[in-house]
């Protein structure tokens, strides 16, 4: 059993902000006892700091990651439609080691700046899961890989945590009901990019005589639907209850728009933060938050999205749409844990714990991560 000390914490699915904080994890990485009272023994203080549970990644291409910035002036289109798209020549053009070296540096990144757990699209079917988990062997980050082969399904089941779909639109209506009932015979997660830009969605409505976000519900039944930049309202209610990813920068990055998250949250969606693919944007979630929160704001004014329900986004919304054990600090969760320094020039004085954390706190704020129980990384 080790405890650690922490002056300020947030605490529980709530994510209350709770001073003098001790937590107590076994060694096999759940979180035993959470209290104010300190026990006999504390292996580590942190004192002037804050504790918060690591944050999740709900959506990445880390795949992609040996290319950043490369075709910076492309559209969407130019870039990733399969498959003759900039991403998919380099990659057909890259060694195995240049793919894995650029995996290897995201999942760092990662770590260094919060993340304990992310959900990659991966591609290139059972090889291209088994290139990611060799990469990601030394590296003590943890991750769902969904992956992409509608041929064979099962096999990709094997390695891979769910599949993760580039649309819907390229597939008949029996293709995708074929894939869904092989996840849920699986017990796999079914993930899908869906009205990222207009074109796409007018394209689905061309072909299927209705939107890819209709026909991720009602055809693939999809637990995970990815950017819903340019949902409808109508299409917005319908996914209430369900966990969309939502990439802002990348959206931005791209030219496409910024995704209506405050009306996802008005109608009960759960949103989550996802830093899409590292060749156009950086993997680190406080940037995400930080630029959400500003978007938002420009867009909607100042009181249409609270810092709190973006903090949510990246811990408490994702565990429960990807369904993980961690994402709040609470006995029987996984002891995966941020220590952020409080005491930093660019964090003091803390006035409003919530907006200091989404706007004011960098990644080299974070002093201490905890994956499982064990110390990830320290600064
Ligand atoms: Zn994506």
């Not at 080790?2 to 979180?31: D, H, K, P, Q």
């Not at 993930?191 to 939107?211: C, L, N």
């Not at 989550?272 to 693919?277: K, M, P, R």
């Not at 930093?344 to 907006?355: E, L, T, W």
């Amino acid at each position: 059993m080790m405890t650690i000390y922490c002056e300020y914490g947030l605490i529980g699915r709530s994510l209350a902000f709770e001073e003098n904080v001790y937590i107590s994890f076994s060694s096999s990485g759940f979180i035993k006892r959470v209290s104010h009272i300190p026990p006999r023994r504390v292996d580590e203080e942190y004192a002037s700091c804050l504790v918060m549970p690591g944050l999740i990644n709900a959506h990445t291409h880390i795949g992609d990651s040996f290319f950043k910035e490369v075709g910076f002036n492309f559209t969407v289109e130019e870039l990733v439609a399969p498959p003759y798209g900039l991403k998919h020549r380099l990659l057909d053009a890259a060694s195995e080691k240049d793919i894995k070296d650029g995996i290897r540096w995201a999942a760092m990144e990662m770590l260094y700046s919060g993340t304990t757990t992310f959900a990659d699209f991966r591609e290139g079917g059972v090889w291209g899961a088994l290139i990611m988990r060799r990469a990601l062997e030394d590296i003590p980050i943890k991750y769902l890989i969904l992956g992409r082969d509608h041929t064979n399904t099962a096999d990709l089941l094997r390695v891979c945590d769910g599949v993760g779909l580039p649309s819907t639109t390229i597939y008949s209506d029996e293709e995708l009901r074929r894939m869904r009932e092989e996840c849920k015979m699986m017990d796999a997660m079914i993930a899908v990019h869906a009205s990222e830009t207009k074109d796409e969605r007018e394209r689905s409505i061309r072909e299927h005589g209705v939107s890819d976000v209709v026909r991720a519900l009602s055809v693939l039944d999809a637990d995970l639907l990815v950017h819903l930049t340019h949902a409808s309202d109508e299409e917005l209610a319908l996914v209430s209850g369900r966990g969309v990813a939502c990439c802002p920068r990348a959206n931005a990055y791209l030219g496409v728009g910024i995704p209506p998250v405050e009306k996802m949250v008005e109608v009960g969606v759960k949103v989550c933060l996802g830093t899409d693919n590292v060749m156009i944007n950086s993997p680190d979630l406080f940037r995400e938050m930080d630029f959400l929160g500003k978007a938002v704001r420009a867009r909607s004014g100042v009181g249409a999205l609270d810092a709190k329900s973006i903090l949510k986004m990246v811990t408490v919304n994702p565990a429960e749409a990807l369904n993980l054990n961690s994402g709040w600090i609470e006995r029987g969760r996984s002891a995966d844990l941020v220590i952020i320094d409080f005491e930093a020039p660019n964090v003091k004085p803390v006035h409003h714990p919530y907006q200091v954390l989404v706007h004011r706190v960098k990644s080299e704020n974070v002093t201490c991560v905890y994956v499982n129980g064990v110390k990830a990384y320290e600064k």
